[in-house]
């Protein structure tokens, strides 16, 4: 075939822009250590890591939402104790409230009911975050509001929460809730804490009860109704403190099964994603020996034609 | 026998010969770098000889013609090749515009601290589940507020971006008619004064040579046929209309608007629409309603959904203070999505819950959340992200495609090119070879006459002895 001059140029040229294309991709790859970063890179690739970023972002959102609940879950453990503590000290009393105990000694032990009273009331409208835990989805108002008289005794206690309680996505199509609720006498839906008609639980108006009955002296009543009124309360806090444990169990076992998933996403994402990084060195030291190698001998036969022959 | 005198005239002759052996010699030289230049040759014959008693004797030599080697086929390939590599490198710049619009690009070693919509996408889904553990938050709210706006940003951009694109585009047609009727109007200029300078004899060599290079850069622009005629001229057509007319223009391109801003190209004064099927400006129309339009409407649909679906299950909870009934989303598409002002203006009006008077209540702003795992009939029963992954992945495997076509079209334009190159470029070492073939030529009949000239004189000299 006849070779012009122009022929070797272009060619040589055209020769050279495809072997700096090689290089300029091997060493985009060796910087980023990624061989896919525009859609036209690999579109199937693409598509794939798109898809499995966003799995794993939604991941990392339901491990924020198990962190949120565990630890609303903790301040909602921190009442329930608390309450539990208190059902403690009133099951003593009751016990110990029987006929031997003088008159003054009864009404000792009233005056401590009484401040069992307000304490359980003030844990009862315990808040988290600027919410009141125990009020069911009506957490803008205190659920428990008490009534005193002149001498500022509780009298009764009324519950102002709703009976709801709300959830939140820790796995696809898998809810939680950390809420308790306060009080529940519809004998159907999550059990009230306080308050639960399936369980015979009433904690304040319990405590009112006996401290009623302490200061009337009335310890036939402490002994055939308090007390195991009382003892209902007390089966009723532990089985939110064994719950309360349950959920978190759940919560941790989902969270590590969460974490386990997004190292399992990353290593997806990385096969589609990430460059080997010894093999695009090799690659690019070869190509940058084939474009060495071009170069020179390129400009050797550049430099030669008939008139470097003729005198 | 032509005598002495005969004899200087064939030296004469031969020397005028060489001359132009080397004038056009020294013409390929000059143009070696010419891409559009054919490399000429000297065509030379003997003259006519004459009958002696012992026969027939040559007078010499004469140049007859200057001829151009050129291969009318490789031509006609070139310029067909041109034409598909015209359209295949617009619609890929086009698309390659569209790709940096979109903006989606795999960056980092983590899924976080993406920029693209996608992880737009994921961020507002993730801002909803996080509002579901505090509802009352107006830190969250806040939070809510500030990924939407983000959201609804990428998507105005994104849409300005593309309509950019799309508007280049069509100012990328304008201005290719223009130059097409440019060279249309230089085609049948250089036809006429290559008719003219042919009519006189010859051939009009550099002028053809011009002329296939016009052809060629309007084979670029649009599908063209071209049709030589005896008298040097060439017809040449766009789309079965003639434009170009043995010596005039009969036509021109013109664009026009066929409805919707939709601008196509036609013939000027016969009216009719052009098919074009090669040619940047076919590229250009083809992408601009193909693969670009096809990911506008993509891209609009996606945000389209998302506004319908977010504010249907939005308009039916209540916010912080019981109200209802506000959208979350403002707009109808990616040009115009936003959030809402008055939510923008005061978070708390979010309608996170499902019921009046319970603010703690997220039922809303679960469905919200969960929003991200349905599939939306209008999305070809995809998620969001699904189906914006499906988008991205289409222009990426549009501009692959149009890579690899570029690629084999660059191949094979590469090998005609050489192949033209061989039978009509210029060799230095062959025309210096030549050079030295013009150059010993002219000695030898210089020392032809020489030698003549001395037998004249000795001729004169025994006259006068």
Redesign the interface.
Known sequence: MRVATSTFNNEFIDQLNLLQQNQLRLQNQAATGQKLTLPEDDPAAMQRVLNLQAESLANTQYQNNIAALQNQATSTYGAINGLKTISDRAGEIATLADGTKSPQDLAAYATEVNGLIQQAVQLANTKYQGDYILAGTATGAAPFVATTDSSGNVTAVTYQGNTSVAHSEIAPNVTATAQTLGANTTGSGPRGLITDSGSGADFLNHLITLRNDLQAGNTAAIAATDHPALSKDEDNFLFHISANGTLQAQLTATNNLAAQHSTDLDGQISQDRDADIAQTITQLKSAQTAYSAALQSGSSILNLSILNYLH | MIGLFGILKMGAESLAAQQLGTEVTGQNLAN??N?AYA?QRVLLQTATTIQTPIGQQGTGVTAVSIQQVRDALLDNQIKSETSVTGSLAAQQLAL?NA?AG?G????G????G?DGL??G???L??AF??L??????LAQRQVLIQTAQGLATQFNQVSSRLSDVHNALNTSIQNDVTSGNQLLGDIASLNKQIVYAEAAGGTANDLVDLRQQKLEALAKLSNITSTAQPNGSVDVSIGGVTMVSGISQVDSLQTYDAGGGQILVRAQTAGTPLTLTSGSIEGEINVRDGALATLQTNINSLAAQLITQVNAIHAGGFD?NGGTGQSFFTGTDAATIGVNSALVADPSQIQA?G?A???????VA?AL??L??NNIAALGNQTF??N???T??????S??SL?DQVTNHDTVM?ML??QR??????????E??NL?QYQKAYQASAQLITTVNEMLATIIAMKTV
């Open positions: 070696v770098d891409p490399r390659q790709e979109l989606e690009q795999i960056s070693t983590s899924a976080t993406q996608s992880a996408l994921s961020n889904f993730s589940q996080a579901t553990t505090a509802p009352t938050s912080l819950s019921a008077g319970a603010a703690g209540d997220n039922t679960l959340a969960q991200a795992n992200s699904q914006y992954s499906q991205v992945a289409g222009l990426g495997q501009i692959s890579n590469s090119s050489t190159s061989s039978v009509s470029g210029v060799s230095i070492d062959e210096m070879t030295m």
